[in-house]
């Protein structure tokens, strides 16, 4: 078992460096250059002015050398400097880290409590009004961007109630419950959209194992029906699911960044938004890569997961 | 009272199916007396599994017993509620499935799932149950019994998993055991040791046993009495030795005649039933055997014959042949 993980270990360094040269390599091919933009800040700036900037940043070198210095540093925790700031890019991503983490893994939560149930509660009541309702419902889902129903969230009770949700940011140490009533919508409303695939393949792989020979050994037992699904169908019928969550990680990610600009969450999306208006390289390629590095880890963690839930892959 | 373990009463069940309903099985009656085991034979899709599932009600949606009755010591199976036919399950009537690969839980332990009927309908703790597994385990002749409880199906071989099904379906001593061609997807040289397990067993706990089965060898060795069923209907029941003696159906000869004799002279080609086995969506007016039948007459297609004895204990659906 360890063996396994440190091959797995192992066998993510080839991905993260390929992933790291690709996020450093499309930062500088975008439109746009950090040193304009700090020059259009100060009227007399002059020609000279611009190398020096340069030269004082390290844009000056050649790109692969700036290529193997950051990637030097990044091997030892060290990510660069803010071009503006002047702050360490680790400090500025753990600053921003764990209230990303906290989003995600809320919405995770979220996502799990509704898309299980019903996705289980769709298969065994196949093609009853509830199952149409589900379904329905979570087609919704998938065709509606989070960044909309996020908009609508925003909009619509402030002009109907006159109320809207919190957008004031509070530690969650300080203030768990401030901070959960802040975390809660946006939670939501991710956790939601990844619910819509989660349920429909929760209800396809339980009505393929309520199929199975082995439910109808457990029905011969004498069994009730909710223990037949929860001891004997829940399990084989999560594997597949499983899988699927690692597989939804970078969407979860993704929808993160946009929701944390809706709803003035100060995690890592609003970090990259802002680094990335002020095209601030090295923090941009941080987050890029601590988030490869995060959805590498979950897809780990799934592939070890299925250790304990399957136990035919167990002892490869 | 009838005084039979089981008895069916003209049961019929019909599936919903992309070409219409189709009938399964029509107008069973058979029944199973305290300690004796009924053999049931016929070809593939003569309704033989649905018949044995019926008994348990566990042929899943598509299917609906039409009519019927299912009485096990004086109850009727079909009337009673949910709850009642599970207090039976895995109790007094257990079952053992064809394919043991596919019957047992790929993700629970092997003690898991023989413990479970133990904990369910005798009430004890889970510590206890395993307790029970283990012996059970022995019982049935695996190896290490008791260390191999935490171990799942995948570990164990075919016929291995088919000994774990066994003390499963032993595990609260049933009045009757309904085996559904228990050795069928297992090595030739593992089928006679499985079978002869299940007869032993059954035997000291003086449980009934329904064995199904294509197999007359296998009849002929273990049952005490046997019913042929042809597209759904029991065409023939007897006593295993007056069936040997003296088959009465032209199916059953069919059947008979397709089994190597020992006496066979070398080179005697075997013969096989001629014709398909019945479209059970579109079945000829009459006898259903009638295409395939070398003895037909005309009478024969005009109603399906009735079950008449023709021994003692002894009943054929034919009109009679020369
Ligand atoms: N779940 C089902 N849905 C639709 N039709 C079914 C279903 N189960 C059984 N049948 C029909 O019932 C008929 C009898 O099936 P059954 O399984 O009882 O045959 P069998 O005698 O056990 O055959 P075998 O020897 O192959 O096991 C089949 O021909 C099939 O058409
Ligand atoms: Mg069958």
């Keep these: 078992m360890h063996a396994y993980v440190i091959r797995r270990l192992l066998a993510l360094i080839p991905t993260l460096f390929f992933a790291s040269l690709i996020v450093f390599v499309s930062m500088r091919v975008i439109p746009g250059d950090v040193v304009d933009l700090m020059l259009a800040q100060n009227d007399i700036?002059?020609?000279?002015?611009?190398?020096?900037?340069?030269?004082?940043?390290?844009?000056?070198?050649?790109?692969?050398?700036?290529?193997?210095?950051?990637?030097?540093?990044?091997?030892?925790?060290?990510?660069?400097?803010?071009?503006?700031?002047n702050t360490p890019?680790?400090?500025?991503?753990?600053?921003?880290?764990?209230?990303?983490f906290e989003l995600g893994l809320l919405a995770l939560f979220v996502a799990l409590t509704v898309a299980i149930p019903i996705g289980i509660y769709s298969a065994l009541y196949q093609d009853t009004a509830g199952d149409y309702i589900a379904r329905s419902f979570s087609l919704l889902m998938l065709a509606v961007p989070s960044f909309w129903l996020g908009t609508l969230v925003m909009v619509f009770p402030s002009v109907w109630w006159r109320w809207s949700p919190p957008l004031e940011f509070v530690p969650f140490f300080e203030d768990p419950v401030r901070n959960l009533a802040h975390m809660l919508v946006p939670a939501i409303l991710l956790g939601l959209s990844l619910s819509a695939v989660t349920m429909r393949m929760t209800r396809t792989t339980m009505l393929e194992v309520l199929r199975q020979?082995?439910?109808?050994?457990?029905?011969?037992?004498?069994?009730?029906?909710?223990?037949?699904?929860?001891?004997?169908?829940?399990?084989n019928g999560l594997i597949p699911v499983v899988t699927l969550i690692g597989l939804q990680a970078?969407?979860?990610?993704?929808?993160?960044?946009?929701?944390?600009?809706?709803?003035?969450?100060?995690?890592?999306?609003?970090?990259l938004l802002e680094a990335v208006s002020q095209?601030?390289?090295?923090?941009?390629?941080?987050?890029?890569?601590?988030?490869?590095?995060g959805v590498l880890f979950i897809n780990l963690a799934v592939d070890l997961s299925y250790g304990w839930l399957d136990p035919r892959v167990r002892r490869r | 009272m009838s005084g039979h373990l089981l008895s069916i009463e003209d049961l019929s069940v019909t599936f919903r199916s992309e070409r219409g309903p189709v009938r399964a099985v029509h107008s069973v009656s058979l029944h199973v007396d305290e300690g004796e085991t009924l053999a049931i034979v016929g070809e593939s899709g003569s309704g033989k599994s649905v018949t044995a599932l019926s008994i348990l009600r566990l042929i899943g949606d598509a299917g609906r017993i039409d009519?019927?009755?299912?009485?096990?010591?004086?109850?009727?199976?079909?009337?009673?509620?949910?709850?009642?036919?599970?207090?039976?399950?895995?109790?007094?009537?257990?079952?053992?499935?064809?394919?043991?690969?596919?019957?047992l839980n790929p993700v629970l332990t092997v003690g898991k799932q023989v413990a479970e009927p133990i904990r369910l309908h005798r009430g004890k703790s889970w510590a206890?149950?395993?307790?029970?597994?283990a012996e059970l385990l022995e019982r049935v002749a695996i190896p290490d019994a008791r260390e191999r409880l935490g171990d799942y199906p995948h570990q164990f071989s075919g016929g291995m998993r088919q000994r774990v099904m066994i003390a499963m379906a032993l595990a609260c001593q049933p009045r009757l055991i309904i085996a559904d061609e228990p050795t069928t997807a297992l090595d030739v040289t593992v089928q006679a040791q499985i079978l002869h397990l299940l007869k032993e067993l059954t035997r000291e706990l003086r449980s009934a046993l329904i064995l199904i089965t294509h197999d007359l060898g296998v009849v002929a060795r273990y049952a005490d009495r046997v019913a042929v069923m042809y597209a759904g209907r029991v065409v023939e029941t007897a006593p295993a030795r007056a069936l040997y003696a003296r088959p009465s159906h032209p199916y059953t000869l069919g059947l008979m005649a397709s089994i190597p004799g020992l006496d066979a002279p070398a080179g005697t080609r075997l013969p096989t039933i001629r014709g398909q086995p019945p479209d059970l969506a579109n079945l000829p007016e009459g006898c259903p055997f009638v295409p395939r039948c070398p003895h037909a007459r005309a009478i024969c297609s005009s109603a399906v014959p009735p079950l008449e004895p023709v021994g003692p204990d002894h009943l054929r659906a034919c009109y009679g042949f020369e």
Excluded: N
């Design chain 1, 45 to 85: 700036a002059t020609g000279q002015d611009r190398e020096r900037i340069e030269a004082s940043l390290g844009l000056d070198k050649p790109l692969h050398i700036q290529y193997v210095q950051w990637i030097g540093g990044a091997l030892v925790g060290d990510l660069g400097h803010s071009l503006w700031q």
């Design chain 1, 250 to 271: 970078p969407l979860l990610i993704g929808g993160a960044v946009i929701l944390e600009q809706i709803f003035v969450v100060p995690g890592m999306g609003l970090l």
């Design chain 2, 128 to 133: 206890q149950a395993m307790e029970d597994a």
């Design chain 1, 213 to 235: 020979d082995y439910i109808r050994t457990a029905r011969a037992k004498g069994l009730s029906e909710p223990m037949v699904v929860l001891r004997h169908a829940l399990r």
């Design chain 1, 279 to 293: 095209r601030d390289y090295p923090v941009i390629s941080g987050v890029f890569l601590i988030v490869g590095v």
């Design chain 2, 67 to 103: 009519r019927g009755r299912i009485l096990f010591d004086g109850r009727d199976l079909l009337t009673l509620d949910k709850a009642g036919i599970r207090s039976i399950r895995g109790d007094r009537i257990s079952m053992i499935f064809q394919e043991p690969m596919s019957s």
């Design chain 1, 89 to 100: 890019v680790t400090e500025l991503i753990l600053a921003r880290l764990p209230i990303t």
